[in-house]
């Protein structure tokens, strides 16, 4: 019987039908695999089934030689902690979860949207603390979101649900950012310049993936070319997000607000991220509905069975 490892407990159904094909491992601690733990692992089992977090870089391949494992069925769209071109090297085959988390992921971002836009989290813990005094026409002022225009960079399966949401939902003009060109199913109009994107719109929306191509999109640069009253939301990874760049934005009025799924140092948030006002943070909820997390450990152990089978990956990246 193969031998699979689990990075992380998942959907105890997903874990039960990968037990009754494999010899299964589950790490039970939440953090994420170190460059030791992840080299040891691909000399140690067949399959892994690996998530965010986890320190597949090209030195994990190095270090494991010729690895055992054949197969790294990512749990999750995102695999930039997965080096590919490693792995491809060292005769390992790479998976993910498309599709199954666009929907959850896009409501997210519509989330971040609406509180940053309407300071429902100031609200929320105006009302925890005992300090709302009642209404007055001069309480917590946020800003109208319906007809606004949004811009969202990276028109892929989750920028689309998201442009979606905004113009079927609230009847924003759609403008977009995408490295190529792109035809999508909603009224919107793709920008060939980010940063006249970003100086056009009043909402801006990250979807793109991470990676060495993404790192930093959005700098200092980006966030001078916004509007002043101009709402930041990301959900896509942090490493896209100069972190400090946009502390200094919020923080100086160069924007107005944000909303922030991901992080550079994940677990670790900026202290002045979580301090400031105009911030709103929540844990990488992205894919977070108990539906979403038991389809993507599906689809990932379906690739690890079709490995086993010896069949092409249905989701080989």
Known sequence: MKKLLIT???APSVIADAKARFDVTVRQTGAG???DEAAEAL???DAILPTLGDDFSADAFARAGAPRCKVLANFGVGYNHIDAAAAKAAGVAVSNTPDVLTDATADIGMTLLLTAARRTGEGERMVRA????GWGPGGIMGTHVSGKTVGIVGMGRIGQA??????????????F????PKTVDVPARQVADLAEMLGAVDFVVVTVPGGAQTRNLIDAAAFRAMKPSAIFVNIARGEVVDEAALIEA?????????????FVNEPDVPLALREMENTVVVPHLGSATAETREAMGRMALDNVIAWAEGRPLPQAV
């Open 8 to 10: 992380r407990v998942i």
């Open 33 to 35: 695999m170190t460059l």
């Open 43 to 45: 000399a140690s089992y």
């Open 130 to 133: 005992g300090k709302w005094k």
């Open 162 to 175: 998201v442009a979606r949401r905004c113009h079927h939902g609230f009847g924003m003009p759609v403008l």
């Open 177 to 180: 950012y995408n490295r190529s």
């Open 250 to 262: 919020l923080r100086s009025g160069q924007i107005a607000a944000a909303g922030l799924d991901v």
